[in-house]
């Protein structure tokens, strides 16, 4: 059994006096979990902006040069510092969570805390999955409407293609796939690894609210 059931077994069995002190210890057990997941909330968003960012360092350069055939790469740049500003945004947030939520506060101040951490975490989650899905959206057009660039970047790293035509098709529909899937599985990831932690949040949250009826 863990300290927290423990102790509301315990809270349950006790005189008045004794019921307060429970219902303090209780409180200050919740305040002390919820401090610990926003922490690592804030932890795995900057382990996941390093990891984006060193994949983005280890791409080969010769990919970045269909941007520039493209005449996309001064947006894409452009793009790619705010989206870098964004994240950094959201991981002050998360950061500025933990801090508030370090601080002992009543019960009813912590349950804001709670809600305004998880109200955080899931427009990060949905922000991240939409610019990915945006950026493959918007590349995928650029190279359909100028499909030239596209065949000799291809032919430059493959060799010779034989039917552009289809295999411009099956080009497509691979990309379709596989930036479907992509957006799946990483949305499979935020769910079990942001979505264990929220879960243990809200479970914090309904302790809370318990404590405040």
Known sequence: MNPLEMLKKDWKTKNYEQDYLN??????LLHKRSSNIVKWLFII????FAFWNLLRFLMPEDYLSIYESLHIQNAMLAFDIFNTLVLIFFLWMFYKNYRAISVFDNTLMLMK???KTRRTIKIYVIYNLSVIALGLIVVNIFLYFDQTVLISYLEKNSGKINDPEKFIKMYFIAELVIGVLMILLLGLFYRLIYGILLKKLNQNYRELKKLAS
């Open 23 to 28: 219902s303090t210890q209780l409180g200050m």
């Open 45 to 48: 968003g900057i382990a996941e």
């Open 113 to 115: 805390k709670i809600l």
